[in-house]
């Protein structure tokens, strides 16, 4: 008795909801005109009573209670009490379904388990299947009114062929106080047995298999009889109905149009005499029907217009699992390859109006996105401030090993022809916005400071950072000697600077430029690879050099331990050949 609107909803368009309000079967109207007629008839004696049969005595006596009513009406929480216990409602009409009971599993493994197409295992496949339809057979009977209708008494069942006389007389042979639903799954069980011990079913574990599917229905059943016997309670449904009815009973009163007083129009809306209460019926019609709803879905199992089709679903099971475990047994197609073969993505046809409709396909919301294509990935460092535990990203402290350039195959244009020059130049432009992180970035590009702001060349000190890669790159300058490739990719060579300043290319071997060259003269460019003159580059006071060695890595805190213990090489060192001489002694004494 289920009322089926899907296909009318299935495109949203104008009018699709409207046409629905016009169905009677199922509908809010056929749930509510009952009480709807009966609450305006009241409504309308009483008015007709206080406009035509009241002395001036009893009208003013009648406008006070009409008042009184409309004011504390109010203080009934409907809404709450009302929405919360519809909710509960719909959870449990929800679970009931799930719990409804569909042979469909088992039948299938039923076919598949027991194998065998003499008449024995034929006998066996449908006795198992009958079993489980009349299992729930009985538990219908004793929770659905329409079922309990076409089988009154357990005869009846024999009658319907559900159930043999022979089967009928163990039935009645175990006496037990308590419902007997357990019986046929029994004997379910005890087939599944016989058949492994003939040899119908091959294995052990195909049995547990077999077994743990008919559990499964048998749990699903079983659980309809504890809804049925644990409803929600009757104190919380008392409630709900007697807070609507209790309601509606006071607007009877509170919703009447009287003639206001100077005194009386402070309590009461000013309103117009329309004879008919509209706004009242309407919230009638929605908080009534709001209400039907959780008595239709209370008890699916009744005969309402939304209760479930247990007849049609007893009917459906054993018509099914005949079909299934007899008829189609051993029956399959013959193998053959299938009209997608020789296609290695295969797309069946549409029809001409299904074809109009453009496909909406799978893919990610940022595929199309638009993004910029650096030549180079960076790894920030963190510091999170003493005042504030916010971390905030160290742009402007970027090492030469934190500056990844991006290999590119063959195919890939390199749209970055300034290498990482210009990529630190964006960032430092788009990114940092300070005018300090500016100049330190902008201090690769032609025009840079010769020192930092707040510093100056007296109180500078030297880098301790400096990378081999750099020392190789002297060595290539001043002796022609070429420096060996770079671990760090395979086929490229880096070059490390030091403080921030990351000017680490990576430059493909054999495309090094020739050391007879000058800085400004044409040689074999690649859009990776530059120079720098290390004399132009910003120094480093001491104060600084000291916070900036306290996030260095472990290699770097040795190192400051062995300069903390040799106070007197706290001196400025120009020369690359003193910077390479302290960190080789780091490395000797290990401290």
């Known amino acids: 008795m289920t009322v089926n609107y899907s296909l009318d909803v299935s495109t949203s368009s104008f009018f699709c909801l409207y046409r629905l309000l016009f169905r009677w079967r199922g509908s809010v109207w056929k749930s509510v005109w009952t009480e709807l ?22 009208r003013a006596i009648f406008e006070d209670l009409c008042i009184f009513f409309y004011a504390y009406s109010d203080y009934i929480p409907i809404t709450f009490m009302l929405g919360f216990y519809v ?16 042979v469909d599993s088992p039948m299938l493994l039923v076919s598949c388990l027991i194998r065998g197409a003499d008449v024995r295992a034929r006998i066996i496949r449908r006795n198992i299947m009958r079993y489980l339809v009349l299992t729930q057979a009985l538990v219908f009977r004793d929770i659905s009114a329409s079922v309990k209708k076409r089988f009154p008494t357990v005869q009846h069942l024999v009658t319907a062929g559900l159930m043999t006389e022979a089967e009928m007389k163990v039935f009645e042979a175990v006496e037990s106080p308590h419902a007997k639903y357990w019986q046929p799954m029994h004997w379910a069980f005890c087939l599944c047995r016989c058949s492994r011990e003939e040899g119908l079913i091959s294995s052990d574990i195909l049995l547990m298999d077999l077994l743990d599917k008919l559990r499964q229905f048998r749990v699903n059943v079983m659980n309809l009889t504890m809804y049925d016997w644990v409803p929600v309670p009757l104190v919380y449904t008392q409630v709900v109905h007697i807070a609507i009815r209790t309601y509606f009973f006071l607007a009877i009163f509170g919703r009447q149009y009287i003639d206001l007083s100077a005194r009386d129009q402070a309590a009461m809306p000013k309103t117009i005499d329309i004879y008919i209460p509209i706004m009242t019926i309407l919230q009638f019609i929605c908080f009534v029907g709001w209400m039907k709803v959780a008595e239709v879905l209370l008890n699916p199992l009744g005969e309402d217009d939304d209760d479930f089709e247990c007849n049609w679903i007893l ?5 099914v699992a005949f079909s299934v475990v007899d008829d189609a047994y051993g029956k399959f197609p013959p193998d053959a390859k299938d009209p997608w ?9 549409y029809t001409a109006e299904s074809a109009a409709r ?40 970027l090492d030469g090993d934190d500056i990844v350039p991006i290999e590119r195959r063959n195919h890939q244009k390199n749209e970055n022809e300034n290498g990482s020059i210009d990529y630190l130049n964006r960032l430092s432009e788009k990114k940092l916005g300070a005018l300090s992180r500016l100049r330190r970035h902008s201090g690769l590009g032609p025009q840079l400071p010769k020192q930092r702001r707040g510093s100056s060349a007296s109180t500078a000190t030297p880098r301790k950072k400096r990378s081999m890669s750099s020392m190789f790159m002297n060595d290539w300058a001043t002796t022609g000697k070429q420096p060996p490739p770079s671990s760090r990719h395979s086929s490229f060579s880096s070059l490390n600077c030091h403080d921030g300043l990351t000017i680490s290319p990576s430059i493909p071997n054999g495309h090094l430029p020739s050391p007879d060259l000058g800085y400004n003269e044409e040689r074999p460019r690649s859009p990776n690879a530059w120079m720098i003159d290390e004399n132009r580059m910003p120094v480093i006071t001491e104060e600084e050099m000291r916070r900036r060695d306290s996030r260095s890595s472990y290699p770097d805190i040795q190192c400051r331990r062995w300069w903390s213990a040799h106070p007197f090489l706290l001196i400025p060192v120009q020369t690359r050949a003193r910077r390479v001489l302290a960190v080789t002694i780091a490395g000797v004494t290990g401290k």
């Open 341 to 349: 073969w020789e296609t290695s993505h295969p797309e069946p046809l």
């Open 315 to 319: 009917d459906r099971n054993l018509q």
């Open 358 to 397: 453009p496909p909406n396909p799978q893919m990610g919301s940022c595929k199309f996105m638009p993004t910029e294509d650096d030549d180079y990935m960076v790894r920030p460092h963190i510091r999170i401030n003493a005042n504030n535990n916010e971390p905030k990203m160290m742009w402007d402290e």
């Open 37 to 58: 007629a009966t609450w305006l008839a009241v409504y309308s004696c009483l008015s007709f009573t206080y406009r035509m049969m009241l002395d001036k005595e009893q």
């Open 87 to 102: 909710s509960t409602v719909f959870t449990r009409w929800w679970d009931v379904f799930m719990n409804i009971g569909w």
